[in-house]
C-alpha cells in the first residue's frame, strides 16, 4: 500500500489544489476536503495566548525536552470531533507536554469566518490555513514552520510558502472518485464498477430502478460540490491548473471548457433523477447514514469520507472505493490534494503550538481516524479502501499551489463556486449563469492585473 501511494506521489502529474482545499467549507475547497461537518455547538472561547515567554523562539525540534509551556487553543472545522477524540488528544498531549492547557474551538462555514476573525486582528493560535488568503499575506499572519523537525520527509512541503519560507503544514491527505456501498450494488445487480463514463451512468440507472438513490451530492449544504470544481476538472483534464489559468482570461467559465464539461455532468445526473429526490433539502449528516445502510448508493468525494460512513453505521467490508470515470476513455485518472494546512498565529503561542502540529503529524493518529494519507511520506495509509483504489491504477494528478493572482481576482469578484455550481444546474440555460459570472470576472481582473 504504501509503496502504491508513494509510486503514484513520485510519478505524478500535475493538479488541482484543494481549493478547498475546497478539500475547501470545503472551501474554494476543498477541500474538501476538508470539512468534516458535525453539528456541534460551537466553542467560541477566546484564543488566550497566555504565555509569552512561551514565545521566545523555542521550536518544536526539540520534542519534549523543549520548555514548552502555555494555553494553545487550536481553531478547528471538526466540530463532530467535540467531546470525543479531542478530549483524548487534549489528555495525551497535555501528558508530554504538562506545562500545556490544550483547547479546541470549533467552528463552522471556516472559510469564512476564520477570514473574519484574522481580519479583526484576533484568532487562535494554531488554525486551519484560509483558502481565501494568498500566501503573499502569510507573513502578516502566521509563523515560519521550517523549523519543525519531524520524523521524516512530508508530502506538500512548500504547498503555503512565501518567499522561501513555509508557512502551512497538511494535516493529512486525499484523492477524490466514487465512495460506494456494496450492498446497494448487489442490490441493484451492479456486478463490476463502471469504468467509463457509460458505465457509469448506466449503474446510476440499475440504483434508480432498484429504489436506491445513486448519488448523494449534498446539493443544498454546498461545501460538498467543491469536487465538481476542483476535482472533476482535474480528472477531466489530466491538469492541475484549472482554477490558476482562470487569471489569463476575462471569460474562464465556458460550456466546452473543463468547468463546463464537468458542471454539466452533474446536471446530466440532476436531469436523469440520479441525485436526492429533493436537491434543495439535502443533510450532509443524514447522508451518511443514508449511505451506510444503502439507501443512497455513491458519494463523489475523498477517502476522508469512508470513515464517516463506517462510523454511520456501514460495516467497512461493505464500503468500496473507484476513481470517478469523468468520460470514456477507460483510463482512470485520480487528483492528489493535500487537506486544510495547519498555520500558527505569529503572536500567538508559537513554540507551544509548533509541538502540537508537530505532534498532530506524527503521534496524534489523525490521519488514520480522518481516513487520510498521513502526511508523512514513510507513514503506511491504513484504510483498506485506498488498496481497492489503486488497484485500477489511476494516474494521480497533483495538486499545485493556489495563484495568488487568480486568488486576488476570485476574491475581488466575489464569485461563490459552490453557488456558481447550483446555479448551472438548476439553470434552463446555463450559458446565462456563466455569462453572470464571467462579468464579474472581467471587472475584478481589470482591477487586479495592470
Known amino acids: 500500500m504504501k509503496k502504491a501511494i508513494a509510486y503514484a506521489l513520485v510519478s505524478l502529474l500535475t493538479v488541482t489544489s484543494l481549493a478547498a482545499c475546497g478539500s475547501n467549507n470545503g472551501s474554494d475547497n476543498n477541500g474538501a476536503s476538508n470539512n468534516a461537518g458535525g453539528s456541534a455547538a460551537t466553542n467560541n472561547a477566546a484564543s488566550g495566548n497566555d504565555?509569552?515567554?512561551a514565545n521566545d523562539g523555542a521550536t518544536a525540534s526539540d520534542g519534549a525536552d523543549a520548555d514548552i509551556s502555555g494555553k494553545v487553543v487550536f481553531l478547528t472545522n471538526r466540530t463532530d470531533m467535540v467531546d470525543k477524540e479531542y478530549k483524548d488528544y487534549e489528555k495525551r498531549f497535555e501528558e508530554k507536554y504538562?506545562?500545556?492547557?490544550l483547547q479546541f474551538e470549533a467552528i463552522t462555514d471556516y472559510d469564512k469566518n476564520e477570514k473574519i476573525r484574522i481580519a479583526s486582528?484576533?484568532?487562535?493560535?494554531?488554525?486551519l490555513l484560509s483558502t481565501l488568503i494568498p500566501n503573499s499575506d502569510f507573513p502578516k499572519y502566521f509563523a515560519p514552520l521550517d523549523d519543525i523537525k519531524f520524523d521524516g520527509d512530508i508530502y506538500f512541503k512548500d504547498f503555503k510558502s512565501f518567499d522561501g519560507?513555509?508557512?502551512?503544514?497538511?494535516?493529512?491527505?486525499?484523492t477524490v472518485g466514487i465512495v460506494y456501498n456494496k450492498q446497494a450494488f448487489e442490490k441493484a445487480g451492479i456486478t463490476a464498477v463502471p469504468k467509463t463514463y457509460d458505465e457509469f451512468l448506466a449503474a446510476c440507472q440499475k440504483l434508480k430502478d432498484a429504489g436506491i438513490v445513486p448519488l448523494a451530492s449534498n446539493f443544498k449544504d454546498k461545501w460538498p460540490l467543491g469536487a465538481?470544481?476542483?476535482d472533476v476538472t482535474a480528472i477531466i483534464s489530466g491538469?492541475?491548473?484549472t482554477s490558476n489559468n482562470r487569471k489569463d482570461s476575462d471569460t474562464p467559465f465556458t460550456l466546452d471548457n473543463t468547468y463546463g464539461k464537468s458542471f454539466s455532468i452533474l446536471k446530466e445526473l440532476y436531469t436523469k433523477g440520479f441525485l436526492e429526490k429533493d436537491v434543495n433539502s439535502t443533510n450532509w449528516e443524514q447522508s451518511k447514514k443514508d449511505v451506510a445502510q444503502g439507501k443512497f448508493g455513491m458519494y463523489l468525494l475523498g477517502n476522508?469520507?469512508?470513515?464517516?460512513?463506517?462510523?454511520a453505521g456501514a460495516k467497512s467490508e461493505d464500503v468500496g472505493f473507484f476513481p470517478f470515470p469523468a468520460d470514456n476513455s477507460g483510463q482512470a485518472k485520480a487528483p492528489l490534494n493535500p487537506d486544510w494546512f495547519y498555520g500558527v498565529n505569529k503572536d500567538g503561542n508559537v513554540a507551544a503550538s509548533k509541538a502540537f502540529i508537530k505532534w498532530m503529524i506524527e503521534e496524534s493518529g489523525y490521519d488514520d481516524f480522518a481516513g487520510f494519507i498521513p502526511t508523512l511520506k514513510s507513514k503506511e495509509p491504513k484504510l483498506a479502501q485506498l488498496n481497492e483504489f489503486n488497484g485500477y491504477n489511476p494516474t494521480f494528478v497533483e495538486a499545485l499551489p493556489t495563484d495568488?493572482?487568480?486568488?486576488?481576482?476570485?476574491n475581488k469578484a466575489q464569485i461563490d463556486m459552490d453557488g456558481l455550481v447550483q446555479e448551472f444546474v438548476l439553470a434552463k440555460d446555463p450559458q446565462k449563469v456563466f455569462d453572470k459570472v464571467n462579468g464579474q470576472w472581467a471587472k475584478a481582473r481589470k482591477e487586479i492585473v495592470k
Not at 504538562?98 to 492547557?101: A, I, S
Not at 486582528?121 to 488554525?127: A, E, K, L, R, T
Not at 476522508?304 to 462510523?311: L, S
Open 51 to 53: 504565555s509569552a515567554a
Open 98 to 101: 504538562p506545562k500545556v492547557d
Open 121 to 127: 486582528g484576533s484568532f487562535p493560535d494554531v488554525v
Open 165 to 174: 519560507k513555509s508557512y502551512g503544514i497538511s494535516s493529512g491527505n486525499s
Open 228 to 230: 465538481w470544481y476542483n
Open 239 to 241: 491538469k492541475a491548473d
Open 304 to 311: 476522508w469520507v469512508i470513515n464517516q460512513v463506517v462510523d
Open 404 to 410: 495568488d493572482t487568480a486568488l486576488s481576482i476570485q
